[in-house]
Each structure stands twice: as structure tokens, then as C-alpha cells.
């Protein structure tokens, strides 16, 4: 089992910035893909930024240039710096891993809690 811990949600002005962290523990030796998904009120739950043992990343059009997700294997930690904030950002943001290369909402195989981040205008 893999158990994943977020941090550094919080409400922020729009424009500003906020980094979220997550930390893996239990048996992280197979985890390869890590990311984010955000779920605002209302809409469906989307993959935000993911990045995997392979060198990839990928981000949801609607925050490229402005997020950037960063991985450090040997502390088990998956970032996400989030830049120029907008209340469109507002979202329960999740960590999630799995031990395949991609991050399909429909079998991710470990989740976070969840942190709330919102953005005001």
C-alpha cells in the first residue's frame, strides 16, 4: 500500500502563486506515475499535471505556463508550483500515483486527501 499526504493549500489572490507537496510512503518502490487532479463544485475531476519515471509530463492545457510539476524520487515527493492564479483554478486538488506510466482517473491506484485551494478575484 502507498499512502499520500498533501500540502500547501490555501486561498490566494488571484495572480498569486501557491506550491502544493505531496509525500508517498509504504511500498513507493513501484510507483512510476505521479500527479495532481483538480474537482471544482459542480464539474468533473480533472488531470492537472502528471509526471512519470519515464521523463514525461503533461499538463491540462488550462494551466500550462503557469503550473509546473516537479518530482523528487528519492524523498518519494510529488510538487506542483502554480503561478499566476486565477479563481477558475479553485479546486479540491488531489495527489495521485500509480505503478503505470499514466494517471487514468478511472483506475489511479492511490490517492491523496485532498486540499482545498481557492483563488479569489
Known amino acids: 500500500q502507498v499512502h499520500l499526504v498533501e500540502s500547501g493549500g490555501g486561498l490566494v489572490q488571484a495572480g498569486g502563486s501557491l506550491r502544493l507537496s505531496c509525500t508517498a510512503s509504504?511500498?513507493?518502490?513501484?510507483?512510476?506515475?505521479m500527479g495532481w487532479y483538480r474537482q471544482a463544485p459542480g464539474k468533473r475531476r480533472e488531470l492537472v499535471a502528471v509526471?512519470?519515471?519515464?521523463?514525461?509530463?503533461h499538463y491540462l492545457d488550462a494551466v500550462k505556463g503557469r503550473f509546473t510539476i516537479s518530482r523528487d524520487n528519492a524523498k518519494n515527493t510529488v510538487d506542483l508550483l502554480m503561478n499566476s492564479l486565477k479563481p477558475d483554478d479553485t479546486a479540491v486538488y488531489s495527489c495521485?500515483?500509480?505503478?503505470?506510466?499514466?494517471?487514468?482517473?478511472?483506475?489511479?491506484?492511490?490517492w491523496g486527501q485532498g486540499t482545498q485551494v481557492t483563488v479569489s478575484s
Open positions: 495521485a500515483a500509480d505503478t503505470g506510466p499514466q494517471l487514468l482517473a478511472t483506475n489511479v491506484e492511490y
Open positions: 509504504g511500498n513507493t518502490a513501484n510507483i512510476n506515475a
Open positions: 509526471s512519470n519515471n519515464g521523463g514525461s509530463t
